[in-house]
Protein backbone atom coordinates (compact mmCIF):
# COMPACT_ATOMS: atom_id res chain seq x y z
CA UNK A 1 0.00 0.00 0.00
CA UNK A 2 1.26 3.17 -0.84
CA UNK A 3 2.25 5.82 2.03
CA UNK A 4 0.39 8.81 2.59
CA UNK A 5 2.60 11.27 0.39
CA UNK A 6 1.20 14.29 3.20
CA UNK A 7 4.23 13.26 5.45
CA UNK A 8 6.48 14.61 3.01
CA UNK A 9 7.61 17.76 4.78
CA UNK A 10 6.85 16.50 7.96
CA UNK A 11 9.17 17.37 11.05
CA UNK A 12 8.99 15.31 13.70
CA UNK A 13 9.91 16.76 17.68
CA UNK A 14 13.57 17.21 18.88
CA UNK A 15 15.16 14.48 20.52
CA UNK A 16 15.98 14.16 23.66
CA UNK A 17 19.48 15.55 23.98
CA UNK A 18 22.50 13.20 23.46
CA UNK A 19 25.66 13.44 25.28
CA UNK A 20 28.79 12.32 23.03
CA UNK A 21 31.69 11.10 25.46
CA UNK A 22 34.96 10.32 24.94
CA UNK A 23 34.79 6.88 25.33
CA UNK A 24 32.21 6.08 22.93
CA UNK A 25 33.81 7.15 20.30
CA UNK A 26 36.55 5.25 21.13
CA UNK A 27 33.89 2.06 21.14
CA UNK A 28 32.95 2.67 17.89
CA UNK A 29 36.68 3.58 16.76
CA UNK A 30 37.48 -0.06 18.15
CA UNK A 31 34.01 -1.27 16.33
CA UNK A 32 34.93 -0.31 13.22
CA UNK A 33 38.66 -1.09 13.29
CA UNK A 34 40.22 2.15 12.80
CA UNK A 35 43.12 2.67 14.95
CA UNK A 36 43.20 6.47 14.50
CA UNK A 37 44.66 8.18 17.59
CA UNK A 38 42.38 11.39 16.87
CA UNK A 39 39.35 9.27 18.05
CA UNK A 40 41.05 8.31 21.07
CA UNK A 41 44.06 10.59 21.92
CA UNK A 42 43.42 14.40 22.65
CA UNK A 43 46.82 15.19 22.26
CA UNK A 44 46.71 13.76 18.83
CA UNK A 45 43.75 15.63 17.75
CA UNK A 46 44.77 18.74 19.22
CA UNK A 47 47.72 18.14 16.96
CA UNK A 48 45.25 18.26 13.94
CA UNK A 49 43.51 21.70 15.14
CA UNK A 50 40.95 20.01 17.37
CA UNK A 51 40.04 20.85 20.95
CA UNK A 52 39.50 17.39 21.76
CA UNK A 53 39.13 13.61 20.07
CA UNK A 54 36.89 13.67 17.37
CA UNK A 55 34.16 10.96 16.04
CA UNK A 56 34.31 9.09 12.65
CA UNK A 57 32.41 10.41 9.83
CA UNK A 58 29.91 7.45 9.87
CA UNK A 59 29.46 7.66 14.33
CA UNK A 60 26.49 10.47 13.83
CA UNK A 61 24.70 7.05 12.52
CA UNK A 62 24.33 6.30 16.74
CA UNK A 63 22.28 9.25 17.23
CA UNK A 64 20.23 9.51 13.54
CA UNK A 65 18.91 5.69 13.84
CA UNK A 66 17.29 5.64 17.00
CA UNK A 67 15.58 9.01 15.93
CA UNK A 68 14.12 8.07 12.59
CA UNK A 69 12.53 5.41 14.51
CA UNK A 70 10.04 7.89 15.53
CA UNK A 71 8.72 7.55 12.02
CA UNK A 72 9.45 4.25 11.16
CA UNK A 73 7.15 3.08 14.20
CA UNK A 74 4.70 6.33 13.30
CA UNK A 75 1.78 4.66 13.25
CA UNK A 76 -0.10 7.12 11.39
CA UNK A 77 2.37 6.94 8.39
CA UNK A 78 2.07 2.80 8.47
CA UNK A 79 4.91 2.21 6.95
CA UNK A 80 5.85 -2.04 7.32
CA UNK A 81 8.60 -1.79 9.46
CA UNK A 82 9.35 -5.31 9.26
CA UNK A 83 9.96 -5.19 5.48
CA UNK A 84 12.64 -1.79 5.94
CA UNK A 85 16.28 -2.14 4.50
CA UNK A 86 18.30 0.32 4.58
CA UNK A 87 18.36 1.99 0.94
CA UNK A 88 21.53 4.37 0.89
CA UNK A 89 22.45 6.55 3.35
CA UNK A 90 24.79 10.23 3.06
CA UNK A 91 26.18 12.10 5.87
CA UNK A 92 26.71 16.16 5.54
CA UNK A 93 29.04 17.39 8.25
CA UNK A 94 29.85 20.78 9.33
CA UNK A 95 32.03 19.77 11.66
CA UNK A 96 32.73 16.29 13.37
CA UNK A 97 31.41 15.55 16.70
CA UNK A 98 33.14 16.10 19.81
CA UNK A 99 32.97 14.64 23.77
CA UNK A 100 30.74 16.97 25.39
CA UNK A 101 28.61 17.58 22.54
CA UNK A 102 24.72 17.58 23.35
CA UNK A 103 23.23 16.69 19.70
CA UNK A 104 19.77 17.16 19.07
CA UNK A 105 18.23 15.26 16.35
CA UNK A 106 15.07 16.42 14.23
CA UNK A 107 13.77 14.49 11.57
CA UNK A 108 11.99 15.41 8.49
CA UNK A 109 10.29 13.21 6.04
CA UNK A 110 12.04 14.48 2.52
CA UNK A 111 10.23 12.41 -0.08
CA UNK A 112 8.11 9.67 0.09
CA UNK A 113 7.70 7.45 -3.61
CA UNK A 114 6.66 4.23 -4.27
CA UNK A 115 8.50 2.02 -7.05
CA UNK A 116 7.18 -1.61 -7.90
CA UNK A 117 5.33 -1.71 -4.65
CA UNK A 118 8.31 -0.51 -3.01
CA UNK A 119 7.76 2.49 -0.14
CA UNK A 120 10.64 4.60 -0.51
CA UNK A 121 11.05 7.44 2.30
CA UNK A 122 14.02 9.46 2.62
CA UNK A 123 14.29 10.85 6.14
CA UNK A 124 16.60 13.90 6.61
CA UNK A 125 17.72 14.49 10.10
CA UNK A 126 19.34 17.69 11.40
CA UNK A 127 21.56 17.04 13.95
CA UNK A 128 22.66 20.19 16.38
CA UNK A 129 24.01 21.28 19.95
CA UNK A 130 21.29 21.77 22.51
CA UNK A 131 22.44 25.90 21.59
CA UNK A 132 21.44 25.16 17.59
CA UNK A 133 25.04 25.12 16.65
CA UNK A 134 24.44 22.84 12.98
CA UNK A 135 26.92 19.65 13.35
CA UNK A 136 25.52 17.22 10.59
CA UNK A 137 22.27 16.74 8.55
CA UNK A 138 22.17 12.81 7.53
CA UNK A 139 19.62 11.12 5.25
CA UNK A 140 19.08 8.24 4.69
CA UNK A 141 16.63 5.97 1.91
CA UNK A 142 14.72 3.67 3.71
CA UNK A 143 12.89 1.30 1.49
CA UNK A 144 9.71 -1.46 2.47
CA UNK A 145 10.01 -4.05 0.16
CA UNK A 146 6.74 -4.94 -1.44
CA UNK A 147 4.98 -7.95 0.42
CA UNK A 148 4.93 -10.96 -1.91
CA UNK A 149 1.35 -10.94 -2.98
CA UNK A 150 2.20 -6.99 -4.48
CA UNK A 151 5.22 -8.56 -6.35
CA UNK A 152 3.24 -10.62 -8.76
CA UNK B 1 60.35 17.48 -6.56
CA UNK B 2 59.44 19.77 -3.79
CA UNK B 3 56.85 18.92 -1.12
CA UNK B 4 54.56 21.31 -2.46
CA UNK B 5 54.07 19.80 -5.66
CA UNK B 6 54.00 16.27 -3.78
CA UNK B 7 51.11 17.63 -1.82
CA UNK B 8 49.38 18.42 -4.98
CA UNK B 9 49.81 15.57 -6.99
CA UNK B 10 48.48 13.29 -4.27
CA UNK B 11 45.14 15.32 -4.28
CA UNK B 12 44.57 15.72 -7.93
CA UNK B 13 42.04 15.11 -10.32
CA UNK B 14 43.07 11.17 -11.43
CA UNK B 15 45.35 10.56 -8.05
CA UNK B 16 44.18 6.88 -6.46
CA UNK B 17 43.70 6.57 -2.87
CA UNK B 18 45.78 3.87 -1.16
CA UNK B 19 43.74 0.59 -1.53
CA UNK B 20 42.66 -1.51 1.38
CA UNK B 21 40.89 -4.73 2.04
CA UNK B 22 39.10 -5.29 5.58
CA UNK B 23 38.32 -8.73 6.80
CA UNK B 24 34.92 -9.22 8.53
CA UNK B 25 34.21 -11.54 10.73
CA UNK B 26 30.69 -12.49 12.72
CA UNK B 27 32.70 -11.07 15.87
CA UNK B 28 33.01 -7.69 14.06
CA UNK B 29 29.23 -7.63 13.34
CA UNK B 30 28.48 -8.40 17.14
CA UNK B 31 31.20 -5.77 18.43
CA UNK B 32 29.42 -3.11 15.86
CA UNK B 33 26.05 -3.83 16.98
CA UNK B 34 27.31 -3.26 20.36
CA UNK B 35 28.72 0.08 19.57
CA UNK B 36 26.26 0.93 17.36
CA UNK B 37 22.99 0.18 19.09
CA UNK B 38 21.86 -1.74 15.53
CA UNK B 39 20.75 -5.19 16.75
CA UNK B 40 18.76 -6.30 13.97
CA UNK B 41 18.69 -10.18 14.13
CA UNK B 42 20.04 -10.32 10.26
CA UNK B 43 23.16 -8.95 11.56
CA UNK B 44 23.51 -11.77 14.07
CA UNK B 45 21.63 -14.54 14.01
CA UNK B 46 22.21 -17.01 11.11
CA UNK B 47 18.39 -19.00 11.33
CA UNK B 48 16.43 -15.38 11.72
CA UNK B 49 18.62 -14.45 8.47
CA UNK B 50 18.14 -17.43 6.64
CA UNK B 51 14.44 -16.61 7.61
CA UNK B 52 13.66 -13.92 6.16
CA UNK B 53 15.53 -14.94 3.23
CA UNK B 54 18.96 -13.90 3.31
CA UNK B 55 21.58 -16.30 2.19
CA UNK B 56 23.30 -15.80 5.85
CA UNK B 57 23.99 -13.31 8.59
CA UNK B 58 24.73 -10.05 6.54
CA UNK B 59 26.80 -6.94 7.67
CA UNK B 60 25.75 -3.70 8.53
CA UNK B 61 25.64 -1.60 5.97
CA UNK B 62 26.48 1.49 8.10
CA UNK B 63 29.44 -0.97 8.66
CA UNK B 64 30.77 -1.57 5.68
CA UNK B 65 30.49 2.22 5.06
CA UNK B 66 32.31 2.70 8.05
CA UNK B 67 35.01 0.38 7.17
CA UNK B 68 35.29 2.20 3.55
CA UNK B 69 35.65 5.37 4.75
CA UNK B 70 38.76 4.52 6.57
CA UNK B 71 40.11 5.05 2.95
CA UNK B 72 39.19 8.17 2.93
CA UNK B 73 40.32 9.57 6.78
CA UNK B 74 43.78 7.46 6.34
CA UNK B 75 43.92 9.60 3.02
CA UNK B 76 43.04 12.76 4.05
CA UNK B 77 45.48 12.78 6.99
CA UNK B 78 42.23 14.29 8.97
CA UNK B 79 39.33 12.69 9.30
CA UNK B 80 37.55 16.09 10.10
CA UNK B 81 38.22 16.87 6.12
CA UNK B 82 35.78 14.30 5.18
CA UNK B 83 32.54 16.58 4.68
CA UNK B 84 30.68 14.77 2.46
CA UNK B 85 29.91 10.71 2.15
CA UNK B 86 27.53 9.20 0.26
CA UNK B 87 26.73 5.31 -0.70
CA UNK B 88 23.91 3.30 -1.44
CA UNK B 89 23.85 -0.06 -0.35
CA UNK B 90 23.31 -2.31 -3.14
CA UNK B 91 24.00 -5.66 -2.04
CA UNK B 92 24.55 -7.01 1.03
CA UNK B 93 27.80 -8.62 2.61
CA UNK B 94 27.50 -12.00 3.68
CA UNK B 95 29.20 -13.18 6.38
CA UNK B 96 29.49 -17.02 6.92
CA UNK B 97 30.06 -18.94 10.00
CA UNK B 98 33.03 -20.26 9.29
CA UNK B 99 36.28 -18.82 10.52
CA UNK B 100 36.64 -16.78 7.56
CA UNK B 101 34.01 -14.50 7.41
CA UNK B 102 34.17 -11.82 4.12
CA UNK B 103 36.38 -9.72 2.57
CA UNK B 104 35.62 -6.12 1.90
CA UNK B 105 37.87 -4.53 -0.48
CA UNK B 106 38.22 -0.53 -1.36
CA UNK B 107 39.60 1.38 -3.67
CA UNK B 108 39.47 5.41 -4.31
CA UNK B 109 40.43 7.46 -6.95
CA UNK B 110 39.85 11.53 -6.84
CA UNK B 111 37.54 12.32 -9.63
CA UNK B 112 36.86 16.02 -9.53
CA UNK B 113 38.08 19.22 -8.21
CA UNK B 114 35.37 20.72 -6.18
CA UNK B 115 35.42 24.90 -5.07
CA UNK B 116 36.55 25.91 -1.43
CA UNK B 117 40.35 23.55 -1.69
CA UNK B 118 37.97 20.50 -2.08
CA UNK B 119 37.67 17.22 -4.26
CA UNK B 120 35.11 14.72 -5.29
CA UNK B 121 36.72 10.97 -4.35
CA UNK B 122 34.80 8.15 -6.01
CA UNK B 123 34.99 4.30 -4.41
CA UNK B 124 34.44 1.17 -5.07
CA UNK B 125 34.06 -1.61 -2.86
CA UNK B 126 33.87 -5.02 -3.61
CA UNK B 127 33.42 -8.29 -1.79
CA UNK B 128 33.93 -11.36 -3.20
CA UNK B 129 34.25 -9.76 -6.69
CA UNK B 130 30.51 -7.75 -6.29
CA UNK B 131 29.93 -4.01 -5.80
CA UNK B 132 28.59 -4.09 -2.48
CA UNK B 133 28.51 -0.26 -2.66
CA UNK B 134 27.00 1.49 -5.27
CA UNK B 135 27.84 5.50 -6.12
CA UNK B 136 29.95 5.74 -3.46
CA UNK B 137 31.50 8.97 -2.77
CA UNK B 138 33.00 11.89 -0.65
CA UNK B 139 33.92 15.38 -0.71
CA UNK B 140 37.41 15.55 1.20
CA UNK B 141 39.05 19.31 1.64
CA UNK B 142 42.55 18.92 0.69
CA UNK B 143 43.53 22.20 1.49
Known amino acids: MALDQSFVGRTYPPTPAYEVGREKIREFAEAIGDPNPVYRDPEAAKALGHPDVVAPPTFPIVISMPAADQVVYDPALGLDWSRVV ?32 NDMITLMTEMSTEDGELITVARALLVARAAEEEQS | MTETESVA ?51 HGMYTMAVAGRVLTDWAGDPAAVQEYYVRFSRPVAVPDDGVGA ?41
Not at chain 1, 89 to 117: C, L, W, Y
Not at chain 2, 26 to 54: C, P, Q
Request: hydrophobic residues 45%; proline residues 4%; without cysteine.
Open chain 1, 86 to 117: HGDQRFNHERPMRPGDRVVAVVTVESIKSIAG
Open chain 2, 9 to 59: ERFAVGAVLPAASFPITRKDLVRYAGASGDFNDIHWNGRFAVEVGLPDVIA
Open chain 2, 103 to 143: LVEVTGKVTKALDGGRVQVDLTVLSAGQKVLGKASAVVRVS
